[in-house]
């Protein structure tokens, strides 16, 4: 289907499946503006734990999404207009969180935010996303925290799109 805006198009973040051949049953979705500057292999062993834990706890599929934190993807751990999670990284699994993606899809397009952000906080504050894995914070790093990129080795992913924008960032 053809997009006709910026939302739709970020509409299809929920429903990645509908286009993958059936034998994908998991997915790490990268938005354009998201740079891979070292290896996933330790972030994979560590999302792979947290969901093993996950489903020890709350039962087998009980996962629904998995998101970085936003604020605490900057160097100084916060930021203003901040949303509660950062929606550029995301780790979805066929047949499991149908009703959070299902959730997001319709409130994303339903135009009642600007944002994709805005609308997966809602999906979870409204109960559809109970079970959202917060991915390791220090794993992503924005382009725009001059400080942190100066202070430390490097992480995994770097939101650049924020470099070019200073001004509309928090």
Same mark, same amino acid.
């Given at each position: 289907?053809?997009?006709?805006?910026?939302?739709? &198009?970020?509409?299809?973040?929920?429903?990645?499946?509908?286009?993958?051949?059936i034998?994908?049953?998991?997915?790490?979705?990268?938005?354009?503006?998201?740079?891979?500057?070292?290896s996933?292999?330790h972030?994979?062993?560590d &999302?792979?734990?947290?969901?093993?834990?996950?489903?020890?706890?709350?039962?087998?599929n009980?996962?629904?999404?998995?998101?970085?934190?936003d604020?605490?993807?900057?160097?100084?751990?916060?930021?203003s207009g901040?949303?509660?999670?950062?929606?550029?990284?995301?780790?979805?699994?066929?047949?499991?969180?149908?009703?959070?993606?299902?959730?997001?899809?319709h &409130? &994303?397009?339903?135009?009642?935010?600007?944002?994709?952000?805005?609308?997966?906080d809602e999906?979870e504050?409204n109960?559809?996303?109970?079970?959202?894995l917060?991915?390791p914070?220090?794993?992503?790093?924005?382009a725009?925290?001059?400080?942190g990129?100066?202070?430390?080795?490097?992480?995994t992913?770097?939101h650049?799109t924020?470099?070019?924008?200073?001004?509309?960032?928090?």
């Open positions: 289907s053809k997009a006709s805006n910026l939302m739709e &198009i970020k509409s299809l973040k929920a429903t990645l499946f509908e286009y993958l051949p034998e994908i049953n998991s997915v790490i979705y990268l938005d354009v503006d998201i740079m891979i500057q070292r996933v292999g972030f994979l062993m &999302i792979g734990h947290s969901l093993t834990k996950m489903e020890k706890i709350n039962g087998a009980s996962f629904d999404i998995g998101a970085f934190p604020a605490q993807g900057h160097y100084l751990g916060f930021c901040c949303e509660k999670w950062h929606t550029g990284v995301l780790l979805t699994k066929r047949n499991s969180g149908n009703k959070c993606l299902n959730n997001w899809k &409130i &994303i397009s339903s135009g009642k935010y600007d944002t994709d952000q805005e609308s997966l999906a504050a109960g559809s996303c109970k079970n959202t917060t991915m914070p220090s794993y992503l790093l924005f725009k925290d001059y400080i990129m100066a202070l430390t080795n490097g992480h992913f770097l650049v924020a470099a070019g924008r200073p001004e509309q960032q928090g």
